[in-house]
């Protein structure tokens, strides 16, 4: 099992935290929760699970419930299981967020760890609301992340607490179902200012494949604000969610990566995009070319470990990882084999 919910892994054994990453807009939730038991079988450490209610694009096929999914591959593995990440903002009012992360922090105690971000249009226009520009959108995270807390906080003393802010109101109450020490929040961000804000605002740092001066900038933002904080930041999580396609030849690697994720290889924000009919339309124009530099697309193991590996040496604690095709069952035999093993801190 990781270490104690909260703790950063950094001074944890040599052999680095690699989680499994559920793409639950691939596959059904049954399918998904025997995923994850059999990852864990073949040396990965933990389970993070994304949060759509619609997939990217419709070959992808699948939109299952993320809180279910989480208890039921609980349930199946002991590693930590955390949400990959949700938007606390718009489906959801925070309070829910809150009820449902305290619960299953409470069934697996040490365990969860709640993942949120702003947001896309793809899953939180579908209530009908207004979507906003990308600043309204994180402010609205940052006051809802403020609810979570209070919450957690108010509920583990005993006591109610209330809120009314600019984007979110909760009158007087608690959660009545808390586990003996709150879930640890981490903010997803891929923006500097955003980072600085989590440092001072949240327990870690979720971010996705980037250069490497990109994520140094992102490191030393994070940091900054955790120090404004009086904070350590040596302390938080900085948790990276990586794509890649592997699978026995280069060419069916390929292959996978057009058909099941083409939004891996688009070169703009995704945020405001609608509809998973819109994204299949702009899928239609990406070409293999366009995953140079977004997504290591590859057969050879080799290559898959030195990708890793450099992201491990730029100092991330933990990594979640998706393998883009359906063939999921031998990408996990073959990194368990191949790939874990070499990858070091």
């Excluded at 209070?150 to 608690?174: C, I, N, P, Q, Y």
């Excluded at 990276?240 to 690697?253: G, I, K």
């Amino acid at each position: 099992m990781p270490p104690e919910t909260g703790t950063s892994t950094r001074a944890a054994s040599p052999r680095p935290h690699i989680g499994y990453a559920a793409q639950l807009e691939q596959f059904a939730p049954a399918e998904a929760v025997a995923l994850a038991a059999l990852a864990e079988q073949h040396g990965f450490t933990g389970t993070s699970a994304s949060d759509h209610f619609q997939p990217w694009t419709p070959q992808q096929g699948q939109a299952g419930f993320v809180w279910n999914v989480l208890t039921a591959a609980a349930e199946r593995t002991a590693g930590d299981i955390g949400t990959g990440v949700t938007a606390p903002t718009f489906r959801y009012h925070p309070a829910m967020v809150a009820q449902a992360s305290a619960t299953l922090a409470a069934m697996y105690p040490g365990r969860h760890w709640l993942g949120v971000g702003s947001g896309e249009a793809l899953n939180e226009h579908i209530v009908g609301q207004y979507w906003p520009e990308a600043p309204d959108r994180i402010n609205r995270m940052f006051e809802a992340v403020d609810v979570i807390k209070k919450l957690f906080s108010a509920s583990a003393a005993g006591r109610d607490v209330k809120h009314a802010g600019e984007f979110f109101t909760l009158e007087s109450t608690r959660l009545w179902t808390m586990p003996e020490q709150a879930p640890p929040i981490y903010v997803a961000t891929a923006g500097p200012l955003t980072a600085r804000r989590a440092g001072r605002t949240v327990d870690g740092l979720i971010t996705v494949g980037s250069p490497a001066e990109k994520i140094a900038l992102l490191f030393e933002r994070f940091a900054q604000g955790a120090r404004e904080a009086g904070r350590d930041p040596a302390t938080m999580p900085r948790i990276l969610q990586l794509h890649v396609s592997w699978a026995e030849t280069d060419e069916q690697a390929m292959a996978n990566a057009l058909t099941e994720w083409p939004n891996g290889a688009m070169p703009f924000g995704k945020s405001d995009v609608r509809s998973p009919y819109e994204f299949i339309q702009i899928a239609r124009l990406v070409r293999p070319e366009d995953f140079e530099g977004r997504m290591l697309v590859s057969s050879d193991p080799d290559v898959h470990r030195a990708h890793l590996q450099r992201y491990l040496d730029l100092g991330f604690d933990r990594i979640y990882l998706h393998n883009v095709g359906r063939n999921q069952r031998e990408f996990l035999e073959v990194f368990g084999r191949e790939v874990l093993p070499g990858l070091s801190r």
